[in-house]
Each structure stands twice: as structure tokens, then as C-alpha cells.
């Protein structure tokens, strides 16, 4: 439970924008920072002390990591568990901890624990062959969408299927490998919870934000997110059966399908700060990347009470051009992560528009 | 007036906690960041992408800032004017102009200047020789401060001269060189205004400081500073005043002395972010660092307004400790500077303390 002093140093596994969030968090708290990161000059190792350029399975620098650094984290889930075993053995401690990581790095282990903690999800069948998946169709109707159990993120890895006949296409669309097949939900729209967890156990939900996505990637989150009483206390308690049934330390992000009249279902959860929680940034005074960096250096948690209503827009790939045009909007605070080129649909930046919050 | 574009590069000369979150505001608007500063490892250096360590008016080292750098900026006033010119000759633009710097480096220009822009001071008198000194002394009466024209800061390079017969001693005391003698000001409080004039010549003001020192140095600023309207209105003038007539490009600090009935006297401007500015980083949407980031890139100058009650406190020394017990407070922002050791009286860091604004 100690708290990390600052003069510390964090870690960060991955130095892409989110990398680069936490880090500039991590350092108005007074703690240096180094990446890891195979890409040279990434995003975040260029706002921190430093930057391992190689793998995420390799050794050396694993080592290095665990030495260095007095606690480790990491922006993305599919952290390879051998790594993270690695980097402890050097010392530094590791959060969230390894039950976050093996229930989000496969998507049936996922589901299997959340409806276990009580977060329901849809209904859900395991698929290992083209004859599991016949079976599932049969369970779940069509149309129903078919996962990959591991990796797959912003719409990858998953195909629709309309129709029973559809199964071996999709099938081979994926590869072939192990899946699971998902129950559609008919959901009203789709929210977002961002909560944390610190070392001590405390729990801090921040209001919940309402996304919109545009082919399979996040366009726009409005937060604090418009919700009856019921949808309120539902997702809370969610987020707090997920937090202490993960024994998680850190930030978490969990999408939410709103069904109507209070019923909410969990979509997936993500280990680690969230696009849908970029809106805290302009709209809290502890945004999620400050909650993160608390959570894992083992200090109190921060507050997670807006005070201004935030819509958060992403700017995917030239939308970034845009900056000169934003930049003289005065209700518009701007985040860009120092990335080139603009590739299409690839995450450059994000804006809050920022309004009084409504009483 | 180009906007420079998110991926420029933006220098600053000083690694210290200002150049430390100026670089911070930079990087969250796209911009990479190269420090200047002689010490290895500096505050802003660590958060920065790269830093060149060399003494200030080291030539190579600033024909490479002129190169590499699209615009520099700086993180104090005493810059050599030459280093300055040799930076432009690079190629980059530097702001604030060397208009600034000039009568920022001379206490006697400095206050020349103000009252010719109509923003009154203190009485002052000249001190080139002793004889001058007692001729002030005659003219200004009694106590009243002796200050080295050139270089001092947080209540250095100064002394109080309570009766005549204390010159020599005072004029010893700042070894003989030039001076400025200032009459006492009957002032009830301090007050601070950060303001910035955009490359456009737009000028934005935010709400007024009221600051309290201790032994030279500054403990707290509480902002928005409670002040009648006539009070506001002749500080926003005196703001206006200084920065077009300096045709000035950034943020500048700006010290008042209230003496009550709506009169206030400049105490002293300083080119740079301020210290008694830290508010704005938890009580405005655009604090005092984007602000100087975005006039010295050539943007729009950002919104002015607060939206929360902020009582700044200075870190200094070992208050740094205090750390633990600050982390668990829910309306405390803490700012650390990544510095080591916690000399006596060193800035360490800053808290802000935040409460809801009183309309």
C-alpha cells in the first residue's frame, strides 16, 4: 500500500497517445516517466525522460523496466503475461494486476467473469469449430456477431452473420480460430463508465459518458451523459463488482449497452484508461490519467465530480488539419499526440468542447 | 502572424519548473519541445522531447536552437539580448519581442516605461553614485528601497533604507553598482493580472491576483481576487497599456500594489509566465502556460474567464513532504517540479487549492 514518493519513476508499456496522457499526469505529480515502446520517438516517449526502444517480450529491456522503474503500467491489454512477470521479478510492481490482463486479453473469459460479478452481458456462445458455431446460431438466432476470443480492437476481428448460411464465410473470415459468437443486443444507445481502484480498495466512478461510433471506431462522447436514476446506480454498481472482482488497481473503461428502462448490459471492459474518458480531462478536476497514475503509485484517489459538461470528439486521421479552424474556437480545448503521418481513420487528437454543466 | 502547425517545435531557454510546464502545455497541443539550460537533466528537460545543455550564451548551442526550433521562447527575463539576436539569426521567431526583455533587465527602464504608458509607479530616483543615492534619499524621504537595477529577484539585490544615515551602508551593501531608489508604497494589499497579446495584437486578461509573500518570496495567490469594479477596470487598462506598448507576443506577469479607493502603482512586470499564474492551471479553461504557448506559436489567444475559486500555495523547501497528506485532499491540485534536492526556500512545487466560484 506504500505510497510511491514523487522523485519515483513509472513505467508506461506502449507510447502511443495514451502513454502519452498518463505520462504528462504522471509528471505534474512529480514522477519521471520512461516508455517502452518497440517504435522509436512514439508519442509518449517524447513528454518523458526517457524511452526503451524494443518488443514487449524482450527480455533485456523487460529487465531494465523492472529495475528502473518502481511501479510499471501499460496503455493497451494485450500485454503479454510472461512480460509482466518479467518486469515484476525485477521489483516493480505492476498494475492493474494480472486477473485484469488474462479476463480482457480473451473475450470468453471476459464474459464468463462479468456475468459471474453480476455484470450481465448478451448471451454468448463458445466457438472452438465450424460445428460450435452451427450450434451458437442455433442458440442465438442471427443475426449474431462473431468475435475472435483474442485480440481484435475498434471493430477488427469480428464479422456479422445475417443468416445460418453465413457461418462458414465468417468462419474463415476470422482465420479459423477460436471464437466466441455474440447474441445481438437491442440497445438504445451505447454508454461508457470510467472508474478506478486504489491499492487501499476505494472505488471512484466518474458520471457516465454516451459514445457514438462510426464504423466500428469512437466519433463522440458527451459527458456527463444524460441518465435516470436507475441507470446511474445500475452502472456504478457495476463498475464496483468489476473493480473488486478483478482485485484491479488503476483505471478501468467499461462499455455499456442501455436496453431501456434501467437495464443496462456490459459490452467489454478495457484495463486501462479509455477513449470515452478523454472528456474528464476538461470536464474534472482529477481526470482519468492523473486517477490512473494515483491508483498505481499507490496514493489516494482523486474526486470524479464534473464541473462542466464535455462532448469529446476524435480527430481520425486529416481531420487533424483541422487544428488551425478549432484552434480559435474558445469553448474548445485541444489534445493532439504529436503523431505523423495522418494515416486514414488513425487516432491523431481529440477536442472537449467544454459547456456549463446543467444543474 | 502564421499559425505555426502541431509538429513544430517550439524552444524554450530556462529548464525549470516555467520552461517544465510550458513544455507541457506545448505537448498537448502537438508541438515538440527542446530545452535550453546549462544543468543536465532539468525539470523541463525531463519532460521535454530533447535538451541541449550548454551555458545561455553559448553560440553553438543557440545557432542549433535557431535551427532546429520553429519558435523560442524563455523561461526568465535575464536573458542576454545577443542570445536572443543569434537565435533569430537561425531562423526561428522569438517572443516576447526584445523590446520586453529590455525593459524587463533594468528596474529604472522598466518603471521609464510604465509611466509612459500611463501605468504609475512609485516614486523613483536614479543611483549611478552615492551622491545620487542622498539626493533620492532628499527627494524620496524615508524608508525607502534601493534596489541594483540589473539581475535580483524573490526580495534579492535589494535593501530597505529606514534613515540617511543608513546609505552607505545600503549602497555597500548592493556593491556599488547602478541603482534605482524607490519610495514606499502605502499599498493595503498585492495584487497580480496575468495577461497575453497574441501575434494578431489581441489582448486577453485574466481575473485578478491577490498575493501574500513572506520574506520575498511568494506564499499564496488567491484568485479570482475579490475587487471592486474600479479596481478591475484600471487593471485590465494597466495590462493593455504595458503589452501594446511593449508590442508585446505572450504572457505577461504584472504586480500591483492596491492602495485603496480604486488606485493602483505597478510594482514590476515580468516577460514570462508567472508564478502568481499557477491559478489558471485548475481554475481556467486556458491556463497562463497554453496561453504563452498559443501567442508565441501564433494562435488565438484562449478564454480568460475562471471557473473555479483557486488559492494557490507555493512548495518550498521541505514543504515538499507534505506530499502524503496533500494527496488526500479531494479539492487539492498538486504541481511538482521534479526537483531534488529540497534546498531551504527552494520552489519545490505548488498546490491549488479548488472551491466553487461565488457569483
Known amino acids: 500500500m506504500t505510497r510511491l514518493a514523487p522523485g519515483s519513476t513509472l513505467g508506461i508499456l506502449g507510447g502511443g497517445q495514451l502513454g502519452r496522457m498518463l505520462s504528462q499526469a504522471a509528471n505534474r505529480l512529480g514522477f519521471d516517466v520512461v516508455i517502452l515502446d518497440p517504435e522509436e520517438n512514439s508519442p509518449a516517449g517524447r513528454v518523458s525522460r526517457g524511452q526503451i526502444v524494443a518488443p514487449y517480450d524482450d527480455p533485456n529491456a523487460l529487465d531494465v523496466m523492472g529495475k528502473v522503474c518502481d511501479a510499471v503500467t501499460f496503455e493497451f491489454e494485450n500485454v503479454p503475461a510472461a512480460s509482466v512477470d518479467r518486469i515484476r521479478a525485477g521489483g516493480a510492481r505492476v498494475a492493474p494486476g494480472p486477473m485484469a490482463l488474462a479476463v480482457a486479453q480473451d473475450r470468453l473469459e471476459e464474459k464468463t467473469f462479468l456475468n459471474g460479478v453480476g455484470a450481465t452481458t448478451v448471451a454468448f456462445h463458445a466457438v472452438a469449430t ?27 476481428g469480428q464479422v456479422w452473420i445475417k443468416a445460418a448460411k453465413g457461418a462458414t464465410a465468417a468462419w474463415d473470415a476470422l482465420g479459423g480460430r477460436p471464437c466466441i459468437l455474440e447474441a445481438r443486443a437491442p440497445f438504445l444507445r451505447e454508454l461508457s463508465i470510467i472508474a478506478a481502484r486504489g491499492r487501499d480498495g476505494a472505488v471512484a466512478v466518474y458520471p457516465l459518458g454516451e459514445n457514438r461510433h462510426a464504423g466500428g471506431v469512437l466519433r463522440t462522447t458527451l459527458a456527463p451523459a444524460v441518465v435516470d436514476a436507475r441507470i446511474d446506480k445500475a452502472a456504478r454498481r457495476i463498475a464496483k463488482a468489476v473493480l473488486n472482482g478483478l482485485e484491479y488497481v ?12 434501467g437495464r443496462l448490459l456490459v459490452n467489454e471492459i478495457a484495463p486501462r484508461v479509455h477513449n470515452t474518458g478523454h472528456w474528464t480531462q476538461d470536464g474534472c478536476a482529477c481526470d482519468q ?29 486529416d481531420e487533424v488539419d483541422r487544428w488551425a479552424a478549432l484552434s480559435g474556437k474558445s469553448d474548445v480545448r485541444i489534445h493532439l499526440y504529436g503523431k505523423a503521418p495522418a494515416r486514414p481513420g488513425r487516432k491523431m487528437g481529440h477536442v472537449n468542447r467544454v459547456r456549463p454543466l446543467q444543474h
Chains 1, 2 share one sequence.
Open 250 to 261: 488503476g483505471v478501468v473503461g467499461i462499455e455499456l449497452f442501455d436496453l431501456g428502462e
Open 130 to 156: 465450424l460445428e460450435d458455431l452451427h450450434r451458437g446460431l442455433e442458440k442465438l438466432g442471427t443475426p449474431s456477431l462473431l468475435k475472435t476470443r483474442r485480440e481484435g480492437y475498434d471493430g477488427k
Open 289 to 317: 490519467f492523473e486517477q490512473h497514475v494515483r491508483a498505481v503509485m499507490g496514493w489516494p484517489l482523486g474526486p470524479t465530480a464534473a464541473h462542466a459538461s464535455v462532448e469529446m470528439t476524435n480527430l481520425l486521421g
